[in-house]
């Protein structure tokens, strides 16, 4: 479908930014920011950045 456009690294980056948002989410008493860590968390997950795609950056 979508030709991968994130590395490793980048995925890494990604997974672990977007667990501080839902440890922060917890800590604050906000858990609907958690939902905040979604968009980081999918994009590693299926390797693919949008925003990435329209720049035509690739990691």
């Given at each position: 479908?979508?030709?991968?456009?994130?590395?490793?690294?980048?995925?890494?980056?990604?997974?672990?930014?977007?667990a501080m948002i839902i440890v922060f989410?917890?800590?604050t008493?906000?858990?609907a920011l958690a939902l905040v860590a979604i968009v980081p968390f999918?994009?590693?997950?299926?390797?693919v950045c949008p925003l990435y795609s329209v720049l035509g950056l690739h990691t």
């Open positions: 479908m979508f030709k991968s456009n994130i590395g490793e690294a980048d995925s890494v980056i990604r997974l672990a930014l977007a989410s917890l800590i008493g906000h858990p999918l994009t590693a997950i299926v390797g």
